[in-house]
């Protein structure tokens, strides 16, 4: 079983939707929880990090749920500029990867 | 945030040969980290770098394949040996922020070999 499972998607939105993104960790002993963005031929970028409590920065808003080992990300208002891949990151004893999931905001 | 640069950004070598990719990172940090990411696929990690001490691998990558250098605490190197087409990827490093427990990555090496 992986360490991190993502939806690859594509996900294909028009602009001003609302999409959102889950990603499932098998090690109940994470400890800390992030989301990257990933453009075409980038490297990573950190978005946000996830927390118990949930957090918002501004369109995006990430939720953890411990008891069932998810996280969520949460895009409103799309913009094609939100167009890219995006990463689910679980810090155990290591980062692990998900393989991320394809966002393509069309006009 | 750590702003971190690698060189070559990109090359293309023959089956056989040897690449050394360099990454600096603008500020000390105490971990870095050596991922390759085929594409279309996730970023699998290699090693960390440690200063002052052996690099520790991941399970399928060896010191032999890919030696790490990590002479200081903003300076480290990656060699690709003996490459062979399977070897065509891009090779990422990146540093943790420290207090923040995350980590910053470098634009990556896109290689190729023939």
């Known amino acids: 079983r992986k360490e991190v499972e993502q939806d690859p998607g594509p996900f294909n939105v028009p602009e001003g939707a609302t999409v959102a993104f889950n990603c499932t960790y098998s090690n109940s002993a994470s400890q800390s929880f992030f989301w990257y963005r990933q453009d075409c031929r980038k490297e990573p970028k950190l978005l946000m990090s996830?927390?118990?409590s949930g957090n918002e920065d501004g369109r995006f808003t990430a939720q953890l749920n411990r008891a069932s080992q998810y996280i969520s990300l949460l895009i409103r208002d799309s913009k094609l500029s939100d167009s890219a891949t995006y990463l689910c990151?679980?810090?155990?004893?290591?980062?692990?990867f998900g393989t991320g999931t394809s966002l393509t905001v069309i006009p | 945030s750590a702003v971190i640069s690698q060189k070559p950004s990109r090359d293309i070598c023959q089956r056989g040969t040897s690449l050394t990719i360099q990454c600096q990172v603008d500020?000390?940090?105490?971990?870095m980290f050596w991922y390759r990411q085929q594409p279309g696929q996730s970023l699998t990690l290699i090693a960390t770098a440690n200063q002052g001490s052996e690099a520790t691998y991941e399970s399928g990558f060896v010191i032999d394949k890919f030696p790490i250098s990590r002479p200081n605490l903003t300076f480290s190197t990656l060699t690709v040996s003996n490459m062979s087409p399977e070897d065509s990827s891009i090779y990422l490093c990146?540093?943790?922020?420290?207090?923040?427990?995350?980590?910053?990555f470098g634009p990556g090496t896109r290689l190729l070999v023939l």
């Open positions: 990151v679980v810090n155990g004893n290591q980062f692990y």
């Open positions: 990146s540093a943790d922020s420290g207090w923040a427990e995350t980590q910053y």
């Open positions: 996830v927390y118990s």
């Open positions: 500020s000390q940090v105490t971990m």
